[in-house]
């Protein structure tokens, strides 16, 4: 039943290697959102694609990089992690990109940087 | 930046007492949405509200939305375990932009 899909739930890294997320999709939605949360914080955005458009937001760091391949599956790539990018990533789908859309998440990748 | 301020940040209260947490914003909002997150999950929606002045009830829990659409509330009548969790406003147009959020813990 699972409708958004993220692996691992839990992944370690050391700092400074390169680690990829995934999450995948079954609602066929076009919106796929990545989201960075910090113990006891709120989601913050990072970046968005609607459809193969990509939206990167203003404060995201160049080490965090995303690719969306195809409609289902989209990826987040940290380049160097750091440890203050220990968090947790949640990735989020809608089917379109308005107000009062709901938002689908995934239960989300707890990333650890030794 | 539309910024949302949720007050209080953390709320600890016994099984069966009553609770209202507050999101508030300088920005008008078109909507905002109530989501609540479980440990080690995501957020999952529980309402969206779209009319300034709105009320709507989810069983033990009742949402507000203020008349000026800036401002919203989230009242829960005999907190239960099962309420505990990270409770998060949202809003926004193209994009959500989530609240600073509440943790709350009912105690048994």
């Known amino acids: 039943d699972a409708m958004v899909i993220q692996n691992p739930r839990y992944q370690v890294t050391q700092f400074g290697k390169p680690v990829t997320l995934s999450c995948s999709q079954t609602?066929?939605?076009?919106?796929m959102y990545w989201y960075q949360q910090k113990s006891s914080q709120a989601p913050k955005l990072l970046f968005h694609y609607y459809d193969k458009d990509f939206n990167n937001e203003a404060d995201t760091p160049d080490n965090f990089q995303s690719r969306r391949p195809n409609t289902s599956f989209c990826f987040l790539d940290i380049r160097s992690p750091g440890l203050g990018d220990a968090a947790m990533y949640l990735c989020a789908t809608s089917p379109v990109r308005v107000a009062n859309e709901k938002l689908f998440f995934g239960s989300g990748t707890q990333l650890s940087v030794l | 930046t539309q910024l949302l301020e949720q007050s209080p940040q953390f709320l600890s209260i016994q099984e069966g007492e009553n609770l209202t947490v507050y999101c508030n914003s300088s920005?008008?909002?078109?909507?905002l949405q109530w989501y609540r997150q479980e440990p080690g999950e995501g957020p999952v929606l529980l309402v969206t509200v779209v009319t300034g002045g709105e009320v709507k009830k989810l069983k033990r829990l009742t949402f507000q939305f203020g008349d000026a659409r800036k401002d919203s509330s989230l009242h829960i009548t005999a907190a239960q375990p099962g309420d505990t969790g990270l409770y998060l406003c949202?809003?926004?147009?193209?994009?959500?932009?989530f609240g600073t959020g509440t943790r709350l813990t009912i105690i048994p």
């Open positions: 949202a809003g926004g147009l193209q994009k959500l932009t």
């Open positions: 920005s008008v909002f078109s909507s």
């Open positions: 609602l066929n939605h076009n919106v």
